[in-house]
């Protein structure tokens, strides 16, 4: 990747013929630039919108006919060199309140005390592939024909889908280079992708114990699974991560690697915030929208880039539906509230946000220095120790992310809240989880007590049930949108991360892995309502957006996008990220953003024969 802005020309400026004959002579014709100058032309066959999860990879895919011409325009700068990125157990430090997070906040939520909360977002290439916990959960086989079914394109179904993942995996051995064997299936994945995945590279005595104890335990709720990958995830197994070789693998360092963004057909331009797409023509009487208007970061100045076959707009949960509100493309009376003519009503756009609320529980436990993480937060020498570790060999505790194992657990089928909210099962079938529990070798995010060794276990609402928005705050299109996940925002949903809860708590009782090792939690709350409070006071986002610009089948009255990802009713622009989800996978979503932009790619080759 070369970054000529920056490397050639620092502060001056180089003319492009002098720039275009050292891009020739070194053999690297793709080029990454920083400043609009730098492009050749502001003519492209394609204009992507967002350098992140799905963008690179629709650029990737595209420029492989070196006839093609695609444009990738990303808000943030380029992750090289950035150690809170590439260090995978940094993924802590890579957000919030940082240069690589669009720090957006929620509005304040009602099922939180009021609280406003962080709600990370990657600003720099690679979007958040480039931020996240790196965890590589496909759902289930229920959730994606769930998606077929509702948006009544088979294509979507996990039968389909499955070839798009596994174009999307590059299964790699841990850092640390241990036998695997039983602790995954190598059946349920491809070894030939582009983005790696790998296990965990530096195992912890935290992960044994937890294998341990499901592996031994009578209680039906808690079980080993040796793939969660497979489609049937129920049980827990071991964390499967986006690393390679020690080393943080996003959409930038895979799909943008050297021999792709080489390619002379590939153009990505940094710091370039996209501020509206824009309909100059109307083909009977729908607009075609072939324009598109950003701020040039370095310039500081708006310029505009023409698609002559199609706008792909890959913004991501927030950064699309704020893109296509700030085009006129919304319901027409709230924009017109906002003094931002209509261009194209849908009033779906930005509606039925949902994410996977998580919520820690913490206990003191009996363990040893060298047994949790605990010291890396309070020892700078150990610190330092393991950054050189990681810098040298690529080796140690920093190798990983924070959970190296994890379980999907439905809520037992007698559980009171069936019975209070009877025919109200969120998910898409019996065999997908309610809630996901996390277990962590240690307290990872301040504040950090002083002494003593922890556990914690996260647990996440993977189904919820109340939905929220994203709306725009003023008609500056650089203004940060209204952000409502509406977090545990009905009495089902806190119900049902209570019996979440409750799982993770009696995690801790199964035995013997257990026994000896549990001192004390850290929360005593026992009643239903100081258990509620307790989320109340502590829940937080998991980065999962998602539904903000859903699918429907072709014709129907709702959603943003038909089957093909086309927005409705117009022409020359499409949705590929997370948004396009009509629900919540029961998954980290960074999976199922890379296959949704895999089939993307090929749905827009076929409909251009390219």
């Known amino acids: 990747m070369l970054i000529l802005y920056k490397s050639m020309c620092g502060n001056m400026h180089v003319p492009l013929f002098i720039v275009c004959f050292f891009v020739a002579i070194l053999g690297c014709n793709g080029v990454t630039v920083e400043s609009f100058r730098d492009l050749h032309t502001t003519n492209f066959d394609f204009v992507i919108i967002g350098g992140g999860t799905a963008g690179n990879v629709v650029a990737n895919r595209l420029t492989e006919n070196p006839k093609i011409n695609v444009l990738v325009l990303e808000a943030g700068g380029s992750p090289d060199g950035v150690q809170n990125i590439s260090v995978p157990f940094y993924c802590l430090r890579a957000t919030p309140n940082t240069p690589n997070d669009w720090n957006y906040t929620t509005v304040p939520q009602q099922g939180l005390n009021n609280r406003s909360i962080a709600f990370p977002r990657g600003y720099v290439l690679g979007g958040s592939s480039s931020v996240n916990f790196m965890a590589y959960t496909r759902g289930t086989f229920e959730d994606w024909n769930r998606y077929a079914r509702v948006t009544e394109d088979a294509g979507w179904s996990w039968n389909a889908m499955q070839k798009y993942f596994h174009r999307n995996e590059k299964w790699m051995a841990p850092a640390d280079h241990h036998n695997t064997i039983g602790q995954f299936n190598p059946f349920d994945h491809s070894f030939t992708g582009v983005n790696s995945v790998s296990l965990a590279g530096f195992p912890l005595s935290i992960d044994q114990r937890v294998i341990k ?6 209680d039906k709720q808690f079980f080993f699974n040796l793939d969660y990958n497979s489609g049937r995830h129920l049980g827990f197994g071991y964390t499967q991560s986006t690393i390679k070789d020690g080393q943080r693998s996003s959409s930038a360092t895979s799909y943008l690697a050297p021999q792709f963004a080489s390619r002379k057909n590939l153009h990505v331009l940094l710091r370039a915030q996209v501020a509206r797409v824009i309909s100059t023509t109307k083909n009977k009487g729908q607009p075609t929208f072939n324009t598109v208007e950003f701020m040039d970061g370095t310039g500081g100045s708006m310029q505009r880039v023409r698609a002559m076959k199609e706008i792909i707009l890959s913004g991501g949960s927030i950064g699309s539906p704020h893109v296509l509100l700030n085009s006129g493309i919304g319901d027409t009376t709230a924009l017109g509230k906002l003094g931002i003519e209509a261009v194209h009503h849908l009033p779906s756009v930005g509606q039925n946000l949902s994410d996977h609320p998580i919520v820690s529980s913490q206990w003191l436990v009996n363990a040893k220095d060298s047994e949790t993480l605990d010291m890396m937060n309070r020892n700078a020498t150990l610190a330092e120790e393991s950054i050189e570790l990681w810098e040298k060999k690529r080796a140690g505790p920093l190798v990983d992310g924070v959970f190296n194992t994890v379980g ?25 989880a309610h809630v996901e529990l996390l277990p962590m070798n240690g307290i990872l995010r301040p504040p ?9 276990i996260g647990t996440a609402l993977l189904q ?57 939690p850290l929360n005593n709350a026992t009643t239903d309502d100081e258990i509620d409070q307790f989320m109340r006071g502590g829940l937080a986002g998991f980065s999962h957006p998602v539904s903000t610009c859903a699918m429907s089948p072709k014709g129907a009255n709702h959603g943003v996008v038909d089957p093909d990802l086309l927005l409705k009713g117009a022409k020359g622009l499409r949705v590929v990220d997370a948004s396009v989800l009509p629900f919540t996978p029961a998954a980290h979503t960074q999976a199922s953003v890379y296959a949704i932009a895999e089939r993307a790619s090929d749905l827009i080759k076929s409909h251009w024969r390219i």
């Open 408 to 432: 999907f657990i439905r809520v037992p089928p007698d559980a009171d809240i069936f019975n209070k909210f009877p025919n109200h099962d969120p998910s898409p079938g019996p065999n997908t």
């Open 448 to 456: 950090f007590p002083p002494t003593g060794h922890y556990l914690t």
């Open 464 to 520: 919820p049930t109340a939905r929220g928005s994203v709306t725009l705050r003023s008609n500056n299109p650089f203004d940060p949108p209204l952000i409502d996940p509406n977090f545990i925002g009905n009495d089902f949903d806190v119900a049902l991360l209570r019996e979440g809860v409750k799982l993770a708590r009696r995690m801790v009782t199964l035995s013997p892995a257990f026994d000896g090792y549990i001192i004390s």
């Open 213 to 218: 104890a499901v592996k031994t335990s009578h």
